[in-house]
């Protein structure tokens, strides 16, 4: 018997194919053995409809793109997003400081305060990856298979970093936030942040098959750890020019 490498879009159940070759030439889709639905109906949709679906952080469209599909870009979009996120603090640190001197142009093309920015984003993540692991590692040790469908504290991590970096893909709306300059910005920013964790929340969901409430508190914890690696950062930052200044 084929190994169950997919999961059916409706009820997560795993599945041996999502398609059956007839032998005249006919493909057919795989009707789920639980619901009686279509597998996966988005394999005969258009990528721009399964995007528009997955920013609508629909159910179905998040576990077509986590289990039925080899999308391997997550490292790429991952280097992608940190530089969105350097790029929007460098330019807004900036952007009091703008002159139309070509010297200062190439002088912030240079800086290696825009790297330092990429390093800190990178820190950023790693303490959000972090926080949301440590709570679903504490939530699957504490109740076992019967919140989450990995048994007992196997959370797949490889299956969750691949879902957590897939699903920040909103941070790529960083920079045309930042480029297209407007009063809203501060606006834009919060709407993005609130949606990438939604799709933080909607991809923990998905892959470990668990609650709305397990999940939301697996990015909340995420987002606090977050925010306690950025106060640590300016804390030790702070101390470092106060040791120059003495
Ligand atoms: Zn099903």
Redesign the pocket.
């Known amino acids: 018997m084929a190994e169950a490498a997919f999961r059916?879009i409706?009820?997560n159940?795993k599945a041996a194919e999502l398609h059956r070759d007839y032998t005249n030439g006919i493909l057919k889709i795989t009707l789920?053995g639980?619901?009686q639905?279509p597998?996966d109906k988005y394999i005969e949709y258009d990528p721009v409809i399964i995007l528009i679906d997955a920013i609508l952080c629909k159910t179905q469209a998040f576990r077509h793109i986590l289990f039925n599909t080899n999308l391997d870009i997550h490292w790429k979009l991952c280097v992608f997003c940190l530089l969105c996120e350097a790029y929007l603090r460098w330019s807004l640190r900036h952007s009091s400081e703008s002159s139309d001197d070509p010297a200062d142009i190439i002088r912030y093309t240079k800086e290696w305060e825009f790297y330092g920015m990429v390093a800190l984003a990178a820190l950023e993540l790693l303490a959000f990856c972090g926080g949301v692991l440590l709570v679903l590692r504490a939530a699957a040790a504490a109740m076992s298979s019967r919140v989450c469908s990995y048994s007992g504290v196997g959370v797949d991590l490889h299956l969750l970093l691949r879902a957590l970096l897939l699903s920040g893909y909103g941070k790529v709306l960083l920079v045309p936030a930042v480029i297209w300059e407007h009063d809203f910005l501060p606006l834009c920013l919060g709407f993005i942040k609130v949606f990438v964790l939604t799709s933080n929340m909607q991809a923990v969901r998905v892959i470990l098959n668990c609650s709305k409430r397990l999940a939301l508190s697996s990015v909340c914890a995420g987002l606090l750890s977050e925010t306690i690696a950025v106060w640590m950062c300016q804390t030790a930052a702070g101390a470092s020019l106060g040791g120059d200044h003495v």
């Open positions: 059916c409706e009820c159940e789920c639980s619901c639905k597998v």
